[in-house]
């Protein structure tokens, strides 16, 4: 079984500032997914980025980039130029490769980082 | 809008009722995915089901059951109810194969808040 932790349960920053938060995984398969979901006041899942474990190429999505080591098994977001709108609660998520290795499957999540950016 | 509707969004109900959820996927997508997000539990994966079928279970006890039908909706059923079960349902859908040509990733339903008193 996967597990995944987020070691962080808060963290804080400043707008304009960047921001790290860490996620380490558990896993004996080599083929997978890896995400940050961001989770606004509203409740809604929204997907900030994706990660698959054979690239070795970190993903990037504008202010939003990872730190992918694969051997770690760590998969870090980094936060550039924070804005009040990135103020959120952060899962980091693990899914393996399923049907033949392109399919998805079930996503396991840690339990979450709050990130407040303060103005 | 995310494309896949949940609902009802809210849902208040007494301890030993039962109720049903429903989620629409978004369009062209076959699998349904069910989560449950409490404060002691975090968010947990329950069922899966690819066109029609289960295709994987999860933490899903034995009270709660759901189905696909054949229009792709799928409905949660949780009888029986406890305080413990009050939460937020996801329902999220996804395409069929992940980097395909139709591959939009895997999305979220804004939720069900159940609330069991």
């Known amino acids: 079984a996967q597990t995944v932790t987020q070691s962080q349960p808060e963290m804080s920053v400043q707008e304009a500032e960047t921001v790290t938060l860490s996620c380490t995984y558990d896993?004996?398969?080599?083929?997978?997914?890896l995400f940050w979901y961001k989770q606004p006041p509203s409740r809604q899942m929204i997907l900030v980025i994706r990660?698959?474990?054979?690239?070795?190429q970190n993903a990037t999505e504008n202010r939003f980039s990872v730190n992918f080591q694969k051997a770690a098994k760590s998969f870090s977001l980094k936060i550039s130029d924070s804005q009040l709108g990135d103020t959120a609660m952060y899962f980091c998520?693990?899914?393996?490769?399923?049907?033949?290795?392109?399919?998805?499957?079930?996503?396991?999540f840690g339990q979450g980082t709050i990130l407040t950016v303060h103005p | 809008d995310s494309g896949v509707t949940q609902t009802p969004k809210h849902l208040i109900t007494a301890t030993g009722q039962r109720v049903t959820l429903r989620c629409s996927p978004r369009?062209?997508?076959?699998?349904v995915y069910w989560y449950q997000q409490s404060l002691d539990q975090g968010l947990q994966f329950l069922i899966q089901?690819?066109?029609?079928?289960?295709?994987a279970k999860g933490n899903i006890l034995e009270r709660f059951s759901a189905q696909q039908f054949p229009d792709l909706h799928s409905e949660l059923n949780l009888s029986s109810l406890e305080l413990g079960d009050s939460a937020l349902y996801f329902c999220?859908?996804?395409?069929?194969?992940?980097?395909?040509?139709?591959?939009?990733?895997?999305?979220f339903g804004s939720g069900t808040r159940l609330t069991v008193v």
């Open positions: 089901y690819y066109n029609g079928e289960e295709r």
């Open positions: 990660q698959e474990a054979y690239k070795q």
């Open positions: 999220a859908s996804s395409s069929q194969r992940a980097g395909g040509r139709r591959d939009y990733g895997y999305t």
């Open positions: 369009s062209g997508d076959l699998s």
């Open positions: 896993t004996s398969e080599n083929n997978y997914y």
């Open positions: 998520a693990f899914m393996k490769w399923v049907g033949g290795g392109t399919s998805y499957g079930k996503l396991t």
